[in-house]
């Protein structure tokens, strides 16, 4: 019996011959600081300039603009293009321009000159959920926030479809407030703006993108998840049937088109914040990134500026787990985003000859006529080169698949190709089948064909069945949409992990939410991203798809509590997260391939818990002025980078250092590398709940270590009243080496349980 090895091997291999094709930090960091190679070519850089401030009097924004170009050895490049992209007044002082490396180089001797980097182009991290939150129209969140009316939601994507139903004004809007001054660059031709919708803006560059119209469906789908307007008796193919709903159905949508299908230029992603801050939006939502440090991203140094401005920014955590610490987006003023499946699923039914049954997914499920029953299996894999394993176009001559089910493994091309490949050579049905870094998550795919897709524990199986059977044949069969499967929720395999390796120590991501198919707006027909809808509905998972899911319940928030600070939004969001399953398991880890419980660096704090929220009891509301001595205590923390984050807000000269463990986080993160066997970590809670309360404290120890909370009972004669306390953190033993401790923290008055996880690492 060596099949079960073999079987092994294979996927194995596969992960070998995969890895190259998979980005690791490396190829994301190579190209950030001077000194720049001198070349040639003309690449788009970001030039951060001394604020002029300090000049007598400020600078309208054509003498602006005016300094800026005093900067570019001329206006146009030699092939009549305008060198300069953007220029920001607000979110960093500076400019976006086409230069060569050694023009920016040159800059470097220029009055004024702080830090000049060639932009990045961040990747883009690719309706029942309501329900799923436990939001209703009868009762709680929805009904005390009237669905987020007269809050304004920015999203910063690919765009939007404007005439499509989840962006029709639907529920009878009321304008926008006046204080919202933004911009509505909708073709004629091609839709409007409504209550709904109430700006759509591009930043037109040659080139680029001529209207805020969405090309790719990211946008369109992130804004619905976060925004959408309700649309009845909406289905994909007779699944999922139901009313396909927004997280806030009232709020206002304000769309900057920033990104592209293959990412993000920076550059537009400050251009975007900046706008959206100006135009007066409450929420800003981000479903992009990659990792990296704070001065050299758009969107952390962006959303520094919305918090100076009362503003909260929500991101996606990105798509590269199960990697550890491959996050993006990880700042403390951010609320960054993982990913968990949903207790809905597409089930598809997969039998081998000898009576194994396996369930999986689809999102394709002719009736009845379309089960297959009985039919040969072919492995294209057993030749091991990744074209037959991942069974690419080309890959399938020499096989006669004719009528037979074939076995596909995930990866190089997207899983519906596979299915047209198949069906291309005849066959009648595909499995596709995870790989070990897949690990439990499974998508629901439109396949061409009747397919299943099944985990990388069921693929072992599957593929040992088919290396020691003569003869092997499987049958398909589907079940429809099922809801209340369990495990779930779980931490979906791909969603990105900390620690992170930017800030500090601050625990990342701070929660997690629905990401695993998502039901929602679509530009094109969801069998073919060539053909154009205006109404249809489309599944899709990524933390790009949870991100938008925070974003709208921190609308609805936004509108219960409009006097909450960005971190008080934040910090109820957090301390009412929940950590167990509908089975009141602790939520596993898909990416573990054996249902492990899932660790902090994978949950955050937990899973967000939208009714819970609206009434936290206490909040823990970081100070804007902390974050400079935060961002002092980093490590490799210069004057420079100082003022590329807080735009010459901030010095490092009179403040001292803060350890990030001491910022007032609602989650509690201890590394025992340094600083001896003990460690004190101060918090201050604000009283949000019932005027008169006492609290007291209780803990969860992480093994390893003693914890000691000071004063152990919290008494509050207001609301809006702070009081502070120490947690004192003993080492038992040797320090945790590679190891992670867990363990928590939770103050608890009647109905009130506010609880923040204590994480201990090396
Ligand atoms: C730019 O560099 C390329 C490659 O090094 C070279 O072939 C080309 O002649 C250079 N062009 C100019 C204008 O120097
Ligand atoms: C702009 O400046 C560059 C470099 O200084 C030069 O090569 C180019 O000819 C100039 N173009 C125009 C239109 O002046
Ligand atoms: C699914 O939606 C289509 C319109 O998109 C509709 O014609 C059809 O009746 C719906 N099917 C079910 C089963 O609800
Ligand atoms: C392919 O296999 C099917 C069924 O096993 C068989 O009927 C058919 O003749 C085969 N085709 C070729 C070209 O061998
Ligand atoms: C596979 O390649 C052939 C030849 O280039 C092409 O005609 C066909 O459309 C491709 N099939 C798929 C599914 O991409
Ligand atoms: C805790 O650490 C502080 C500062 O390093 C030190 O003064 C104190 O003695 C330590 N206490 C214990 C019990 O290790
Ligand atoms: C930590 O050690 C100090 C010094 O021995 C002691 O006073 C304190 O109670 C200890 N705290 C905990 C939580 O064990």
């Known amino acids: 019996m060596d099949s079960p090895n073999s079987a092994l091997v294979l996927l194995t291999s596969f992960f070998l011959l995969a890895a190259p094709l998979f980005n690791g930090p490396n190829s994301t960091q190579a190209q950030q600081l001077l000194p720049i190679v001198k070349t040639n070519f003309t690449q788009v850089f970001i030039v951060h300039l001394q604020s002029p401030n300090k000049s007598p009097g400020l600078l309208n924004s054509e003498e602006l603009n005016e300094w800026y170009l005093s900067y570019l050895p001329n206006t146009t ?108 660059d909708i073709p004629a031709d091609s839709g409007s703006c409504n209550n709904k919708l109430v700006g759509a803006q591009h930043f037109i560059v040659p080139d680029f993108f001529l209207t805020p119209l969405d090309d790719s469906g990211h946008g369109t789908h992130v804004a619905g998840i976060a925004v959408g307007s309700p649309v009845y008796n909406v289905n994909l193919s007779g699944l999922a049937r139901g009313t ?181 050579a005849g066959g009648a049905g595909i499995i596709v089948v995870n790989q070990v870094w897949d690990g439990d998550t499974l998508w629901s795919y439109s396949f061409v064909i009747p397919g299943i897709h099944v985990t990388n524990k069921d693929a072992l199986k599957i593929i040992d069945y088919f290396t020691v059977e003569k003869n092997p044949t499987a049958s398909i069969t589907f079940k429809g949409t099922e809801f209340g499967v369990r495990p779930s929720p779980s931490i979906a395999t791909f969603s990105s992990r900390g620690p992170s390796l930017y800030n500090g120590g601050i625990l990342k991501p701070d929660v997690v939410a629905p990401g695993v198919d998502i039901l929602s707006a679509w530009p094109f027909t969801p069998e073919d991203s060539s053909v154009k809808s205006d109404d249809a509905f489309n599944f899709e998972s990524g933390t790009s798809m949870a991100a938008p899911h925070v974003s709208g319940i921190a609308a609805l928030l936004k509108k219960v509590h409009p006097d909450w600070t960005p971190a008080m939004i934040k910090s109820a969001l957090m301390t009412t997260a929940y950590t167990e399953d509908r089975d009141k398991n602790r939520i596993t880890d898909d990416g573990s391939n054996s249902r492990a419980p899932a660790n902090a660096f994978a949950i955050g704090v937990g899973h967000v818990n939208p009714s819970a929220a609206e009434d936290p009891g206490l909040v823990y509301d970081t100070k804007v002025e902390d974050y400079i001595p935060y961002l002092c205590g980093l490590r490799g923390m210069t004057p420079v980078k100082m003022i590329m984050i807080t735009n010459g807000a901030g010095t490092c000269s009179n403040k001292k250092k803060m350890p990030a463990e001491e910022l007032n986080y609602p989650s509690i993160q201890v590394s025992m590398r340094s600083g001896g066997k003990n460690k004190t970590v101060p918090r201050t809670v604000t009283n949000v709940g019932i005027a008169k309360s006492i609290y007291s404290v209780t803990v969860v120890e992480p093994k390893g270590v003693t914890v000691d909370v000071n004063p152990k009972k919290l008494e509050f004669a207001s609301i809006g009243e702070e009081k502070k306390f120490t947690v004192e953190i003993n080492l038992t033993g040797s320090w945790p080496a590679k190891e992670v401790w867990e363990g928590k923290l939770v103050w608890v008055s009647g109905k009130y349980q506010v609880t923040s996880p204590i994480v201990i690492i090396d």
């Open 77 to 184: 490049l030699d092939s009549g293009e305008p060198r300069m992209i953007h220029t920001y007044d607000y979110v960093i002082t500076g400019f976006a321009a086409r230069l060569t490396a050694e023009e920016a180089a040159s800059l470097e001797s220029m009055d004024g000159f702080v830090f000049a980097y060639p932009e990045k182009i961040q990747p883009l991290h690719t309706t029942y959920t309501p329900e799923f939150l436990g939001l209703n129209q009868f009762n709680g969140l929805w009904e005390h926030s009237s669905q987020g009316e007269g809050v304004i939601v920015a999203v910063l994507d690919t765009g939007i479809l404007p005439n499509h139903p989840s962006f029709a004004d639907t529920l009878k809007l009321p304008q926008p407030p006046l204080k919202w001054r933004g911009r509505c």
């Open 244 to 424: 396909a709903s927004g997280m806030a159905p009232s709020a206002h949508l304000a769309v900057y088109k920033v990104c592209r299908k293959n990412g993000c230029p920076d550059s537009f992603s400050l251009k975007g914040i900046e706008k959206s801050i100006q135009d007066g939006v409450d929420i800003i939502q981000i479903s992009n990134g990659a990792p990296d440090e704070f001065h050299s991203s758009g969107n952390i140094k962006g959303s520094f500026r919305a918090l100076q401005k009362g503003i909260l920014t929500i991101c996606s955590a990105q798509n590269q787990g199960p990697t550890p610490s491959l996050i993006s987006n990880d700042a403390p003023w951010i609320l960054t985003v993982g990913a968990a499946s949903t207790g809905r699923r597409n089930t598809a039914v997969l039998k081998l000859g000898n009576g194994m049954v396996f369930n999986g997914e689809s999102s394709n499920q002719p009736d009845p006529s379309g089960n297959i029953v009985d039919v040969p299996l072919v492995y294209p894999g057993v030749i091991r080169t990744n074209e037959k394993l991942s069974c690419q176009n080309g890959s399938m001559a020499g096989l006669n698949v004719t009528g037979k089910i074939v076995l596909c493994g995930r990866g190089f091309t997207d899983p519906v190709e596979k299915s047209k490949v198949v069906k291309e």
